[in-house]
């Protein structure tokens, strides 16, 4: 039987540290400061460690707790509220490739993620006209 990704980076304890690191790294960093400012557009940085989670969890195929609580999966959806650049999503990942290696996640398994990370990330790019914003490219 094939291990779910949840399972293979250790489960929820691990995921959990996992999503700590990554918003203490939003938060520290200069990497990480326009996203921190991002997530005051929706409901901050506190509620955004808890929705992270919940949705990595399902997102890792562990339990879905993110659609048990909204009824979706959808990341556009979640992010529609979000100007995102193309800058925005490498800084995401940038951070969130920085948690990985803190918590020394590594393997096949970590670089499949970090994949398909890439895309739903470069995928969030959206047009900014309406926010009065340029938008900038991957």
Known sequence: M?????EQIGGEDVLRALVERFYDIIEE????ARIARLHTRGHGLDHARIEQFNF???FMGGRRYYEEKHGHMDVKLMHAHVPITGEDAENWLRCMDQALADLSLEGPHV???RQVLRRV?????????????ARVSA
């Open 121 to 133: 990330a470069l995928m969030l790019v959206n047009d900014l006209a309406e926010w009065g914003e």
């Open 29 to 32: 960093t200069e990497t990480g």
């Open 56 to 58: 990595l969890s399902g």
């Open 2 to 6: 094939v291990q779910k990704l949840i």
């Open 111 to 113: 670089e499949r993620l």
